[in-house]
Antibody
Framework: EVQLVESGGGLVQPGGSLRLSCEAS????????MNWVRQAPGKGLEWVSY????????YYTDSVKGRFTISRDNAKNSLYLQMNSLRAEDTAVYYC??????????WGQGTLVTVSS | SYVLTQPPSVSVAPGQTARITCGRN??????VHWYQQRPGQAPVLVVY???DRPSGIPERFSGSNSGNTATLTISRVEAGDEADYYC???????????FGTGTKVTVL
């Protein structure tokens, strides 16, 4: 059974940092591209970042470029999102999602990030 | 910016058909994917590549895509179909995934 479990969310002050993790199981992690998608409270889905299965290609949405860094450790079946210089508008539930071919077939349950003083 | 326009809400009686649109110029040239998100839950893929269904998704869910509009159709609507629905495409020009604005389906 495919499972994606996020962790690392919490309350952080503006300008602070947080590192999210997503632990994968039930499939060969290195065979799949992975993504982070977020959802602000009461709002729609917003794609954040993409990393290829072999870690050679990375993309970001414009609003997080230079502040967020996506990475993965295929030996540990884990995906990460390092978030720096956090802003109030980064407050959201962050989901990791598996991408077999330009769509997301499995999602984690999400982890809440709240940026507030 | 790349915008996929969905109606904010659709209301439908049980047993009837709900149609949710996703609009953008020439969207018919893209592969469109659809997600269902029930309150407090993670999104679930219900249709991919315009009209294919993942295993476990009922045949009541179908999709089409032509011209400037993609459509998710839910036949014989049930109370459990009440949720938010999002379309999604890959913007190959900007290397971005893009989600639609979302549609709340209410079962009367």
């Amino acid at each position: 059974e495919v499972q994606l479990v996020e962790s690392g969310g919490g309350l952080v002050q503006p300008g602070g940092s947080l590192r999210l993790s997503c632990e994968a199981s039930g499939f060969t992690f290195s065979d799949y591209d992975m993504n982070w998608v977020r959802q602000a409270p009461g709002k729609g889905l917003e794609w954040v970042s993409y990393i290829s299965g072999d870690d050679t290609t990375i993309y970001y949405t414009d609003s997080v470029k230079g502040r967020f860094t996506i990475s993965r450790d295929n030996a540990k079946n884990s995906l990460y999102l390092q978030m720096n210089s956090l802003r109030a508008e980064d407050t959201a539930v962050y989901y990791c999602a598996r991408e077999p071919d330009d769509y997301f077939d499995y999602w984690g349950q999400g982890t809440l990030v709240t940026v507030s003083s | 910016s790349y915008v996929l326009t969905q109606p904010p809400s659709v209301s439908v009686a049980p047993g009837q058909t709900a149609r949710i649109t996703c609009g953008r110029n020439n969207i018919g040239s893209k592969s469109v994917h659809w997600y269902q998100q029930r309150p407090g839950q993670a999104p679930v893929l219900v249709v991919y590549d315009d009209g294919d269904r993942p295993s476990g998704i009922p045949e009541r869910f179908s999709g089409s895509n032509s011209g400037n509009t993609a459509t998710l159709t839910i036949s014989r609507v049930e109370a459990g179909d009440e949720a938010d629905y999002y379309c999604q495409v890959w913007d190959s020009n900007n290397y971005h995934q893009v989600f639609g604005t979302g549609t709340k389906v209410t079962v009367l």
